[in-house]
């Protein structure tokens, strides 16, 4: 590997805080190549009715530099 880049992203899901983190990672692939790590940062939960509603995930995404 050279160089890595990082980039903060912050995943959703109604299901899980696991689920949240790969629906980050799949939307990034989208218009990013050659990721190679992921750090969950932080995680929380939005909270209605005294139920969760949807988790949340705060991510550091990293990525070959391709230059």
Sequence with gaps: MGIIIIREMVGTSPRSWSDAARQAVATASKTVRNIRTVEVV?????????????YRVELKIGFEYEG
């Design 42 to 54: 932080q995680s929380t939960a939005a909270v209605e009715g005294g139920e969760i509603v949807e």
